[in-house]
């Protein structure tokens, strides 16, 4: 997360998913913001992303009355589970390589 | 005291609270007494500080960054959306953090969930621990299940269940795991002992290990021992003590032991080296042997195209005699790659002891002692020593000395 080395596109992504998927029922974005280290603003360019490619569900909440009260919560998807998987194996591999 | 409001920005002292508080953004809270008590629920609307111990039922922080120099006590959830650091202990039935935090030791009931990092300078105690960045504790903990997104170093202490590391795992002391599943790298130090261990990368263990099962992917050094059930290695094992396995040790990769091998089977389709390997029951070998004191087992069997340095000494040895089939693995890939391999090379081994040996064609070795012996086709022997059969097919063998017939088999090596 602090790490000293610049994370890559793809580390970012990695890192929201892995975020999103510690709250089953689906996270706020300010929670996920919180948690990669990303402003809200650049954050929601890059689940947007994720939410294109079907790795992140966006699910608008409901007020009371049943009618969307504009506030989204994102969850991931098995695509998105099974980025993670591949990422974390290439990650893996490359580190056995001395990478 | 029913309910409490502390304004915005406001220092109180408060002693105890019997309903709820709610506290505004940027407001200090310190005790009369020891410690503030809240009966009920604690909301804190932004970043706050807390001078004293705190305790309450439950307790949210909706914004911002909520530090208590003292011991933090929550009955039921501890829900801060941004961070929380706390100086003392952290006592909770369950912790969601939406980003980061920090404490001298947390213990938890049920579960911690963190968006981001958790960095606990003693213990930690949980169920289960998710981490969505990194976790770092400088002590023990003790824990049923842990997963982190991408880092965590722990100072030792037992996770019972189910250990899943995305990137890198590392623990200084001593660490008792069920199952560990890394990623990437892992580093433990000696004394560690688990349940299953399985890496797609680098592990590195700093002394003896224990495991009942261990699964190598990628690199694995272990500066000590290993003592296990069963060993598969797909990748590189390095083992500078000895190698025990009360079942399989399977090598599809390479696995090099500097003292001995003891275990009951071993089935190589890599490259296998020890100083020396006592197996109690079979070894398959269809890849490269080097053992300097030997190799003994009940039976072994040495496929088509192996190369074997070092004596083999066994009740039934058979060398290059079954090529193409490769017992019950030839449907994997391991197996149908050596099979591959195998075709059309010679088999190729130092001195053979046992009570049957069988030399199947293309099966080249130095000396043969044995009960009874059975040379195939095309195979080749420098002697052979028998004591009661020796059996030879219609072909052309190569023997570069006549076969002894003698009373006594000298004495046999390991």
């Given amino acids: 997360m602090t790490g000293r080395t610049k994370r890559t596109k793809v580390d970012l992504y990695a890192t929201i998913l892995e975020v999103i998927r510690r709250y089953p029922e689906g996270g706020r974005i300010t929670r996920i913001s919180y948690g990669v280290g990303v402003p809200v603003d650049r954050l929601k360019v890059m689940v947007e992303a994720l939410s294109a490619n079907g790795l992140v569900r966006k699910i608008a909440a409901e007020d009371e009355e049943g009618d969307e009260a504009g506030v989204y919560y994102y969850g991931v998807t098995n695509r998105g589970l099974e980025f993670l998987e591949i990422y974390w194996k290439m990650k893996g591999f490359l580190a056995a390589f001395g990478d | ?414």
């Fill in chain 2, 1 to 414: 005291m029913p309910d409490v409001y502390v304004e915005k920005g406001s220092t109180t002292r408060l002693d105890n609270v019997d309903g709820e508080l709610r506290v505004g953004r940027g407001a200090k809270i310190a005790a009369k007494g020891k410690a503030v008590t809240v009966a009920k629920g604690a909301y804190f609307e932004g970043n706050a500080e807390i001078d004293c111990d705190f305790e309450c039922d439950s307790l949210t922080v909706e914004k911002g960054k909520l530090i208590v120099s003292g011991n933090l006590t929550v009955h039921k959830g501890l829900d801060v959306a941004h961070t929380v650091d706390v100086g003392g202990t952290i006592s909770a039935h369950d912790i969601d953090v939406g980003g980061k935090m920090f404490a001298r030791s947390v213990s938890c009931v049920d579960s911690v969930r963190v968006g981001g990092i958790v960095e606990v300078k003693e213990r930690l105690e949980a169920v289960s621990v998710e981490v969505g960045g990194k976790v770092d504790v400088s002590g023990a903990v003790k824990l049923t299940d842990l997963s982190v997104g991408g880092k965590a170093d722990v100072g030792g202490g037992v996770i019972k269940g189910h250990t899943s590391v995305g990137g890198v795992f590392s623990s200084t002391g001593p660490l008792e795991f069920g199952e560990l599943q890394v990623y990437g790298r892992c580093a433990l130090p000696a004394g560690s002992k688990g349940k299953k261990l399985s890496t797609f990368g680098k592990l590195s263990v700093e002394g003896n290990l224990a495991c009942e099962q261990v699964d190598v992917g990628g690199l694995t050094t272990v500066r000590g021992d290993l003592s296990s059930s069963e060993v598969l290695v797909n990748g590189k094992l390095d083992v500078s003590g000895s190698l025990s396995t009360k079942g399989m040790l399977e090598v599809n990769g390479s696995c090099e032991v500097g003292g001995e091998l003891m275990g009951a089977d071993l089935r190589v389709g890599g490259r296998f080296k020890a100083r020396k390997a006592l197996l109690s029951n079979q070894a398959d070998i269809a890849g490269e042997v080097d053992t300097v004191k030997g190799l003994k087992g009940k039976s072994i069997v040495i496929r088509t195209g192996t190369r074997c340095k070092g004596p083999l000494v066994g009740e039934r040895v058979e060398l290059g005699k079954s090529g193409l089939v490769l017992a019950n693995w030839g449907t994997r890939w391991a197996g149908q790659s050596v099979m591959m391999r195998g075709i059309g090379r010679m088999t190729d081994a130092e001195d053979i002891y046992g009570a049957d040996v069988v030399l199947g064609s293309n099966g080249r070795c130095r000396r043969i002692f044995a009960e009874r012996v059975e040379l195939s086709d095309g195979c080749a022997v420098d002697k052979v020593t028998y004591t009661q059969e020796l059996r030879r097919s219609t072909g052309r063998q190569f023997l570069t000395h006549p076969a002894e017939k003698v009373a006594v088999l000298p004495p046999f090596p390991l």
